[in-house]
């Protein structure tokens, strides 16, 4: 008998007969937390002969039946045969049909496991898919064994439509391999929209075939010496889309207009108000090049990207950004300026509302719902107009109220760019969002009318990626996705900390078995002491042989921590038995704000065991010299 079956069974028992019950196994320790999970008695065991069986003369469903021998011959290591079919023994049976509850979402399912068969029904092939995720999860729980699933049944939907993560490969370039590693993730933890953020200042990353010069000049730039860059055909994209299709994942495309278009004014500078030239930078922040409101060409060429974009995505909406447009350039073009005579707009914020009721216009035209962030609201976009709230909540609240159907993706909580709490920042504002913070968050703002509340479509997380490579999205984005997708999932009343904190124990399990580098803190390496440093320029070194042990990216971060002087560090460098293998010499500094850091990157192509490694690191104490700091090291699997 597995051991939680006898807490379950009180719980059963102490519960009212009938009810949905809210009990999860503690055993199964499922991320999202299902809405009700009930133990049974038995235990069903995948053996080579275990066939998967699917609902006769649907096409989906054998696709279906497809995925879930892949998956299970990952996790399991046995392929199973699969035929169509509902019955005989020793069979995991994917079937349509209703299951009560389950039945008010398109995407509920049930999931029935005795000895001799494990069913899972739903009324879609949605809920059949998150019903495998349910299973694949419990297979995945360590403890049980790979092969063995325990006597249960579950019954769950989500309980908003919209779970997705707005992921940024614009400011890094992410590879058409890691986006679909992330899809498949997105769908282990039932989540159903990949945001994509295709362009930005940093670069364009979209094959657009009237305008080559995107892809051409605007996906790559120089990164303090090294070419970085890189973009999607259009074939990459319709691969992507199929793969997120088959996982229940819609793809959204962004294009961000007005602002954050530095890399498709580089490629084509009539798009700007003064045509300037201008070159794609690696350097992060809010530019004022936006597309010029005034010329009318500028709406011609986004209308031209957008017919592409259209084609290409078959995705309900079209994102067009709209957030932090710095309107100087506007303020002083006589283009923009004619504009808002014309029209006879108040001012530049007017303007963004006549270019996004512009563009609204024409993606309705398409056959496309608009989707901007929060800033669109300035403008009175059109009432199908939906509203990303990134700025806190206010954007969801006012939107609601103004009857725009809502995104919540508030930065205070879903941005998974900021720092965890404990690593701290190594910029000093810039806001840390902890696991639990994460979890805290609540798609429907209180303060909501009942109608109002209706118009929350569900939420987004977010990876930017100012700061992020692909080997360092992993940790960024995990394990706080996780407590993301309960947020969505789960209904209100079934969230609980403590109780995740629990699950995510088996959680972590499951993230090591799928190979992903999840957050961890870095290892003390050293220190320095007010002693060491006072005086003129110091050299300090600090041993890593224990560190350095294999092929990867390592990351040094050099951390202020007592004293009210900063240090300025000249260079660092990484020796191998006394002789330099690694070395940044751009000046950075650690000022005397309490734990404010420096990370430094190195990647390693091989080590050579044996032999001593060091960091040598020359810097100089500012002021008097009352300092102390630390160095901290963390590796990196490359991605
Ligand atoms: C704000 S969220 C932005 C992004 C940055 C992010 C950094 C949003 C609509 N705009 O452009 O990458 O902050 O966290």
Known sequence: MPRFLPILLLALFLSPGGAVMAQTSPALNIVPRP?????????????????????????????????????????????????????????????????????????????????????????????????????????????TGAAKVPGV?????????????????????????????????????????????????????????????????????????????????????????????????????????????????????????????????????????????????????????????????????????????????????????????????????????????????????????????????EGKPSQTAVVESWRGMEGAVEGAAEGHRIIAAPEQTNYFDYPMLDERSHIWWMRTTSLEKAYSFEATPKKLTP?????????????????????????????????FSETVWTPGDLRNWDDFSRRMETQLTRLDRLGVDYFTPAFFAGKWTPAQVSGDKKTLEWDLSGFITKPGHYRFTIRHDEGKDGVSVESAALLRDGRAVWSDNHPARTSARRNEFQNYYMDVAKVESGKPYTLKVILTAEGGGDTAGSVWVRYFADK
């Open 451 to 483: 109608e109002q509340a209706s118009f929350i479509m569900g939420a987004e997380c977010a990876i930017w990626s100012e700061y992020a490579r692909d080997f360092e999205l992993d940790y960024k984005i995990f394990p706080r996705l996780c407590a």
């Open 35 to 143: 809405v009700l999970v009930r133990a049974q008695e038995g235990t069903f065991t995948i053996t080579g002969k275990t066939a998967i069986l699917y609902s006769a003369g649907s096409a989906e469903m054998k696709e279906m039946a497809e995925y879930l021998a892949d998956r299970l011959a990952e996790s399991t290591g046995k392929r199973l045969s699969i035929r169509e079919g509902a019955d005989g023994g020793n069979v995991i049976v994917l079937k349509l049909n209703g299951c009560g509850e389950v039945d008010k979402t398109d995407e509920g399912y049930c999931l029935n496991a005795g000895p001799e068969r494990i069913v899972i029904a739903a009324p879609k092939p949605a809920g059949v898919f998150y019903g495998i995720q349910t299973l694949r999860q419990m297979l995945d729980a360590g403890g």
């Open 153 to 377: 049944y579950i019954s769950d939907f989500p309980r908003y439509g919209w779970r997705g993560i707005s992921f940024d490969c614009a400011r890094h370039f992410h590879s058409k391999e890691a986006v679909k590693r992330y899809i498949d993730l997105l769908a282990y933890h039932k989540m159903n929209v990949f945001h994509w953020h295709l362009t930005d200042d940093q670069g364009w990353r979209i094959e657009i075939q009237k305008y080559p010069k995107l892809t051409s000049v605007g996906a790559w730039r120089d990164e303090f010496g090294r070419r970085h860059g890189g973009f999607y055909t259009r074939d990459d994209v319709r691969e992507v889309v199929a793969y997120a299709r088959s996982r229940y994942i819609e793809v959204v495309p962004e294009i961000e207009m007005p602002g954050h278009a530095t890399a498709a004014i580089a490629a084509y500078p009539e798009l700007s108000c003064d045509g300037q030239q201008l070159t794609i930078k690696p350097e992060w922040g809010v530019f004022p090049n936006l597309f010029c409101a005034g010329k009318e060409e500028t709406f011609a060429f986004l209308e031209d990207v957008l017919r592409e974009v259209a084609e290409l995505f078959p995705s309900r909406y079209i994102h067009i950004g709209g957030d932090e447009a710095a309107k100087d350039k506007w303020k002083v073009c006589p283009h923009c300026q004619k504009r808002i005579r014309d029209e006879g707009l108040k001012d530049e914020e007017a303007l963004q509302g006549y270019f996004s009721r512009r563009m609204d216009t024409f993606v309705r035209s398409l056959g496309k719902t608009l989707i901007g962030w929060d800033e669109i609201l």
